[in-house]
């Protein structure tokens, strides 16, 4: 490799702030991992094998799913990663189908549904038009894989009781779990999301499975990710640099990917500095909002937003009584507001009656719009 190549490659962006996109470091996470995988490598029945992740936009659900995936394949299970939505049982059957043909010689790779499945030593009939269930045709894609002991993951993302297949499948893996199927299932969504479907009247199943709330990850951690990132890249940076970028986080996943991206861009100097930080936390405000902050405050109710807007004008902690008070609603209203934007991961209660916001820059962004 000549030396202006090899140059170019040190100084490309190791940061992805993409929504989906695993990062090359992951910060924190370590022992939710090992939880997960820790139930995977123990018979069925661990609870581990079932767990629902919930955070607000942008604390790193999907990576998470795609990365226990990735763990899970390479302990020889097959995963199959779907979001809900109408579609998604189809969806599921074809995916199982084709990577269950992977683990068949070479010969027998013919298409599993249809007429015959073979391959696994022996042939039997698995007709999903005939049958004309989905169970059923999972049923025998499940002997298959138990012939040769193979675990199945189902990992969906975005989960929602609003989709009627989603109340199906729940419904459906409740019955492999009590027939000890060799399956686990990695569920993902937004909090409030995540609420309406365990508390769904038809599948009071999930109510008992682990909710592992993802939140944010501490600022050591993000710190940590964030040098770790900007080692791998060959470049360097100053601790004052990291400190500043790394409280600038929050904590936020997509906020390290995004501040460390501005920053890692300011200048093509060896040393990542203090005011390179700065400059990329400004550039990462924007699009933070564009990003992240617009699209959260578009799914509120015109009275969480007016409950947001009743916060701003004075210090970072603010009492609930304050807020009803600028609102002019009454206390108990307030707090039934407080309630769902707690759930949403927007607002954070740090005390009696008191909060504060649970976003990064969100505050920020409300005076910004408040001033015009
Ligand atoms: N543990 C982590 N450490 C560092 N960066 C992370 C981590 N997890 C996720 N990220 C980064 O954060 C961003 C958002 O991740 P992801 O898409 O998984 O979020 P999400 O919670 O699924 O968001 P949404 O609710 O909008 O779907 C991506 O840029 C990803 O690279
Ligand atoms: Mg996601």
């Known amino acids: ?15 992805t702030p993409v929504f989906g996109h695993e990062p090359l470091i992951l910060a924190g996470r370590e022992k939710l991992i090992a939880d997960v995988l820790r139930g995977l490598d123990s018979p069925p029945g661990e609870p581990n094998r079932i767990t629902i992740f919930t955070g607000p936009r942008g604390s790193g659900k999907t990576v998470l799913l795609g990365h226990i995936a990735s763990e899970a394949e390479a302990r020889g299970w097959i995963s199959v990663h779907t979001s809900a939505a109408e579609g998604m049982l189809t969806d599921i059957a074809e995916q199982i189908e084709r990577k269950a043909a992977e683990h068949l010689p070479k010969k027998s790779k013919s298409k599993l549904t249809g007429v015959q499945v073979s391959g696994f030593g022996f042939t039997r009939e698995v007709e999903p038009e005939k049958s004309g269930s989905w169970r059923t045709q999972m049923d025998g894609l499940l002997d298959l894989l138990a012939e040769r002991k193979i675990g199945l993951l189902f990992s969906i993302d975005e ?103 501005h920053m890692f861009n300011q200048s093509e100097r060896k040393r990542i500095l203090l005011e390179d930080a700065q400059q990329g936390v400004k550039d990462a405000e924007k699009d933070m909002e564009d990003m992240i902050l617009d699209a959260t405050l578009a799914e509120l109710t015109d009275a969480e937003t007016r409950f947001l807007y009743a916060m701003l004008g004075g210090a970072d902690r603010v009492r609930v009584g304050d807020v009803a008070k600028n609102m002019e609603v009454s206390a108990s209203q307030a707090s039934h507001i407080k309630r769902k934007l707690v759930r949403l991961g927007i607002v954070a209660e740090c005390g009696r009656g008191v909060i504060e916001f649970a976003m990064p820059m969100l505050k920020k962004l409300l005076e910004k719009e408040h001033a015009f």
């Open 1 to 15: 490799m000549n030396a202006d190549v090899k140059e170019a490659e040190l100084l490309k962006n190791p940061f």
């Open 159 to 261: 989960v929602t009781a609003d989709v009627p297949e989603m109340i199906r499948f729940v419904s459906t893996f409740q019955i492999f779990v009590m027939e000890k199927r060799n399956v686990a299932l990695m569920m993902a969504g937004l909090p409030s999301r995540v609420l309406g479907l365990i508390t769904h009247k038809d599948i009071s199943f999930l109510r008992r499975a682990f909710r592992r709330d993802i939140g944010s990850v501490s600022i050591p951690e993000a710190r940590a990710a964030m040098k770790k990132t900007i080692d791998f890249s060959g470049r360097g940076v100053e601790g004052k640099a990291l400190d500043f970028a790394s409280e600038k986080t929050e904590g936020l996943p997509f906020l390290i990917q995004l501040i460390g991206y």
